[in-house]
T-cell receptor, first 111, second 111 residues
């Protein structure tokens, strides 16, 4: 399998704190993506980072990629109760290969 | 995402019966995917399609078949449903290995 683990499996923080989630993978990749899933809904794309990029920002989201360690992290700054959701990373070996997801991190932001 | 529609959204069936889940898209996505989501496993890829009549197996394809006779529709068939196929099924579409757009899911219960 090309996908590894995400950690932590579950994370609970207070509103206003930062949340960091990590993703590891096993094979070389073309890109890595992060998705969000609210309870009972489909996944929504957050950000994509390519293998030749090290860091990417989108609003309160910051994603890093370390290809030497085969790992990525998603940082959500100044979290809000509305950020409560499950977060998944997904990888592809090439730009036209299938997209494989990890098991996800469940984030709870307490008001 | 309004561009990906899954049907039925909920289905209860009995062991041994055939089941077909339909995914319809209006965004001209070349790639389409079927995933299943189970607690503790995240999303696991069942089958995917990279064009009309072009499909390939994913991680958990046993017991499932797919068909794509036109760009808009991607069908997932369980020839003889088993209780282990009780799950939430998600369809997704995209242009390649980049951003995927998800349907709202189909909850299948096999008694």
């Amino acid at each position: 399998s090309q996908q590894g683990e995400e950690d932590p499996q579950a994370l609970s923080i207070q509103e206003g704190e930062n949340a960091t989630m990590n993703c590891s993978y096993k094979t070389s990749i073309n890109n890595l993506q992060w998705y969000r899933q609210n309870s009972g809904r489909g996944l929504v794309h957050l950000i994509l980072i390519r293998s030749n990029e090290r860091e990417k920002h989108s609003g309160r989201l910051r994603v890093t990629l370390d290809t030497s360690k085969k790992s990525s992290s998603l940082l959500i700054t100044a979290s809000r109760a509305a950020d409560t959701a499950s977060y998944f990373c997904a990888t592809s070996k090439t730009s036209y290969d299938k997209v494989i997801f990890g098991p996800g991190t469940s984030l709870s932001v307490i008001p | 995402d309004a561009g990906i529609t899954q049907s039925p959204r909920h289905k209860v069936t009995e062991t041994g019966t055939p089941v077909t889940l339909r995914c319809h898209q209006t965004e001209n996505h070349r790639y389409m995917y079927w995933y299943r989501q189970d607690p503790g496993h995240g999303l696991r890829l069942i089958h995917y399609s990279y064009g009309v009549k072009d499909t390939d197996k994913g991680e958990v394809s046993d017991g499932y078949s797919v068909s794509r006779s036109k760009t808009e529709d991607f069908l997932l068939t369980l020839e003889s449903a088993t209780s282990s196929q009780t799950s939430v099924y998600f369809c997704a579409g995209g242009k390649g290995a980049g951003e995927l757009f998800f349907g709202e899911g189909s909850r299948l219960t096999v008694l």
